[in-house]
């Protein structure tokens, strides 16, 4: 019992992609090496390789879908909160989970179709067009892999704010949707709203005229 309340929780989602980020950093730095031993063994020492810009293409494209379940999590992907951002944390909260349910719907039907690729290339045995001749099936992996990841992610998210959303008031700010729990983006959106106050209270500043001087007659009338 124990066990199906902590799967149906998704909390399990959260590790999975800490993982996949990591492994997204790694592939990033093994197709840096690719493409670097690419470039020396061409123009240093005259011997080109046949290898290096697929594998570095399939490295990037792991990175690409792999890595943005990591990316969710973390609330990295770029978004526009101009509107939501001014409505109470209740209600922004009930926002991110329609529109996380939105996203979902979206990554599912990637799943279901970039799965019946994947398994036409593993039915047809694909390879590609080149002197590498790497299986198809692998790389057509990545993509339904990656969004399966995104999804978890996204169903976490929408446990946790609907758990959230029923429970006291008080913790609804603290719920993962909203990104208080990333202390980076919390440190990114301070950094702005200062920013942003600087350059009012600047353009106020610049907006009002000086006092003009009164003419010396005046002065002395007044004095």
Do not use: C
């Amino acid at each position: 019992m124990r066990l199906l309340k902590y799967l149906l929780s998704f909390r399990w989602a959260n590790a999975l992609s800490e993982v996949a980020g990591y492994l997204s950093g790694l592939a990033l730095v093994m197709a840096t090496v690719a493409m670097v031993h690419g470039v020396l063994s061409r123009y240093l020492f005259g011997q080109p390789t046949v290898w290096q810009t697929e594998v570095s293409i399939y490295l990037l494209i792991f990175v690409t879908f792999v890595g943005a379940a990591y990316g969710l999590k973390h609330h990295a992907h770029v978004g526009v909160d101009l509107l939501v951002g001014r409505l109470r944390v209740r209600n922004r909260l009930v926002v991110r989970i329609v529109t996380s349910l939105l996203v979902l719907l979206v990554v599912v039907a990637v799943i279901w179709t970039s799965f019946d690729t994947w398994w036409e290339a593993v039915e047809g045995d694909y390879r590609s067009p080149t002197a590498l001749r790497a299986p198809l099936s692998v790389v057509y992996a990545i993509l339904p892999l990656g969004m399966l990841l995104v999804a978890f992610q996204l169903m976490a998210f929408i446990v946790d704010g609907l758990r959230t959303l029923l429970s006291s008031r008080s913790e609804t700010e603290h719920a993962a949707l909203l990104g208080q729990g990333n202390a980076e983006l919390a440190s990114a959106i301070e950094v702005a709203s200062s920013d942003m106050d600087t350059a009012v209270d600047a353009a106020g500043t610049a907006a009002t005229p000086p006092a003009e001087p009164l003419p010396a007659d005046e002065r002395h009338g007044r004095s």
